[in-house]
């Protein structure tokens, strides 16, 4: 009897027994696996959202450039220049881009109203572009103007940690063709209202103080491209970063080879040490919203997306330079094209290694990436 009853206990103990270390241990191996396999996925589909926010920001972009042309006679914004026919009364030349004066068609003409009136009465005219788009007076980006996948994108300090400019982040840049003597500035004096500074060979859309348009894309509007995107705020890492040196030949046959030499770049591929007359580095580029300067807020089709930019001098008058597009999405950057759709253009396009001469006519030497950058070089070039 003794026993039978011990038989009983020992089977309901049995039933009550939990798992074992070993069981466990199989247990959660099997979740973190399971973790593991997930996490890449939904990293992945975050980023396909970003992706497509980024490309929708980009076709509003597209169809303000269109609505300004509506409203202008198929004229567009121009790069670069003056803005209303207002003079910078001090610290160089002209400097509000085409970003600016497409506001009113962003829903912005709030914003646009505001700058105006603080072009019209600020005191230092040289820095009126940075009051109304100091980013802690607006409280973050303005709407759609950043790619979501730019994480830097609500700092409000510049590549320095400086809050002294501080400005509005602005992830979309305007093409200024395949040349890079057309990122000309301008002479900061009152010639600029007068008789401008134009670019010498207009290969792109936009260029300074000259207005482009539809009549001048006579490649065909999808053939052409009118905007893609930067990172800011770079802080040495060599995508969205401009390089200076004055190893690019001369204005008009200037050549991108010293910006191809990857032994003037740390050996790592991300950052930039100096070196190989490459010692100084600019980190503004997507920083300064609205500021026209080429180097800043623009880009042209010589060196492949993100790779690091190159400009000719510090602050010289005609601060041109080749200058690349750049994005935190996996192996390429997007693009508008002038027809106002987008276009996700790869890292590996066909650039003809970028170090021809640029030439001031008839079609790009930099394969089908400069020919999808120049608007009227006779090339029909597509896509990859």
């Known amino acids: 009897m003794t026993d039978r009853i011990t038989a009983t206990k020992s089977r309901v103990r049995g039933k009550g027994s939990g798992f074992t270390l070993v069981e466990l241990l199989v247990v959660i191996a099997i979740i973190g696996i399971l973790i593991g396999l997930l996490l890449p996925a939904v990293q992945a589909a975050r980023e396909a959202a970003r992706r497509m926010q980024c490309t929708n920001n980009l076709k509003q972009m597209g169809l303000a450039l269109h609505n300004y042309a509506d409203a202008y006679n198929g004229a567009f914004p121009y790069g670069n220049g003056t803005f209303c026919g207002l003079e910078r009364t001090s610290g160089g030349p002209a400097c509000v881009g085409a970003q600016v004066f497409l506001l009113p068609y962003l829903e912005q003409q709030s914003l646009y109203t505001e700058f105006l009136t603080e072009a019209k009465n600020a005191s230092n005219k040289a820095l009126y572009h940075l009051d109304v788009f100091k980013q802690a007076n607006r409280g973050g980006p303005i709407p759609n103007q950043t790619c979501p996948s730019d994480g830097d994108a609500s700092s409000s300090s510049d590549s320095g940690g400086s809050t002294s400019y501080g400005c509005i982040r602005g992830s979309y840049v305007t093409c200024w063709g395949d040349h890079m003597g057309d990122a000309v500035i301008g002479t900061g004096t009152t010639n600029d209202l007068t008789t401008p500074v134009k670019s010498p060979y207009k290969r792109g859309v936009f260029s300074n103080s000259d207005w482009g348009g539809l009549a001048r894309c006579t490649d065909g509007t999808s053939n052409t491209l009118a905007f893609s995107e930067t990172v800011g705020r770079s802080n040495q890492r060599l995508k969205g970063i401009v390089l200076i040196t004055t190893a690019l030949?001369?204005?008009?046959?200037?050549?991108?080879?010293?910006?191809?030499?990857?032994?003037?770049?740390?050996?790592?591929?991300?950052?930039?040490?100096?070196?190989?007359?490459?010692?100084?580095?600019?980190?503004?580029?997507?920083?300064?919203?609205?500021?026209?300067h080429a180097r800043y807020s623009g880009f042209n089709t010589i060196l492949p997306p993100n790779y690091p930019s190159c400009a000719y001098g510090w602050e010289v008058p005609n601060g041109w330079g080749a200058f690349s597009p750049s994005s935190n999405h996996s192996g390429g950057v997007n693009c508008a094209r002038v027809d106002g759709s987008v276009m996700f253009v790869s890292d590996t396009i066909d650039t003809n290694g970028s170090t021809a001469n640029c030439v001031s006519g008839g079609a790009s030497p930099f394969g089908v990436w400069g020919a999808l950058g120049s608007c009227n070089g006779g090339e029909t070039k597509q896509s990859l």
């Open 249 to 292: 030949g001369s204005q008009s046959e200037c050549n991108a080879t010293v910006c191809v030499n990857k032994g003037n770049y740390s050996s790592d591929g991300v950052t930039f040490t100096g070196g190989g007359g490459l010692g100084w580095y600019d980190g503004y580029r997507g920083v300064m919203f609205g500021f026209g």
